[in-house]
């Protein structure tokens, strides 16, 4: 369509629209924070623009990996790409697609990981509280306490009545929420500066599903 200006800050006006296309134009600008405000969206392509900033927080009905796609995918033809958190796939300049859910998927699987990290720790120091008020015979801890957490790891200092043991392994403990804070952190996917990542899907003009 050779479409070119801005997207006007009035299409949060129109409430009964179902699908917004306007991939593969010359539209420049920011996309209106008014967009956000149409609540029977159900496709957005705003992919192969030139459009900056951040696009405001949306969620579509109904949403398929096609349903949300901007150009923020790496390279781009800024210094920045488009920011879209909500974006079901992000292009870039090269007319390269990639879906936005392994960032996501990644995001929930460290998150699980760290739960239960952070429940075993939890049962320890009750365990070991347990033991330092010496009610512990009353639920069948005693060795098997020390059984279950490893008389070689570090963790079986926090059931130790020692303020040095317990220092030790409260340090020890702080390293390796840092280090694994650092893992993550450097694992996370991020299309806006990723360059080296394969994107593995191209969005067409003839069709308004994506695909490998």
């Not at 923020?72 to 300049?93: I, R």
């Not at 392994?102 to 699980?112: D, E, K, M, Y």
């Not at 490893?150 to 317990?166: E, K, P, R």
């Amino acid at each position: 369509n050779d479409l070119k200006g801005s997207i006007p800050s009035e299409i949060g006006n129109l409430f009964n629209l179902l699908s917004l296309i306007v991939s593969f134009n010359e539209i420049t600008g920011t996309v209106p924070p008014e967009i956000s405000e149409l609540p029977k969206l159900e496709l957005l392509h705003l992919h192969d623009n030139r459009l900056q900033g951040t696009v405001p927080p949306l969620w579509l009905k109904g949403q398929t990996m096609s349903s949300f796609i901007a150009d923020c995918g790496s390279p781009s033809d800024f210094d920045s790409p488009l920011n879209c958190p909500d974006c079901t796939m992000c292009c870039n300049s090269l007319q390269e697609c990639e879906v936005i859910t392994s960032q996501t998927n990644f995001g929930i699987g460290a998150a699980v990981v760290t739960g239960v990290v952070a429940g075993f720790l939890c049962l320890v120091l009750i365990a070991s509280l347990l033991r330092r008020k010496e009610v512990y015979k009353y639920f069948s801890l005693k060795s098997d306490t020390y059984d279950s957490v490893g008389t070689d790891s570090v963790n079986c200092f926090f059931l130790s009545s020692s303020i040095t043991a317990w220092v030790l392994a409260i340090v020890v403990l702080a390293a390796q929420i840092i280090c694994f804070s650092i893992y993550i952190q450097g694992a996370s996917l991020d299309f806006s500066a990723d360059k080296d990542w394969v994107y593995q899907f191209v969005c067409p003009r003839d069709t308004l599903d994506c695909r490998k």
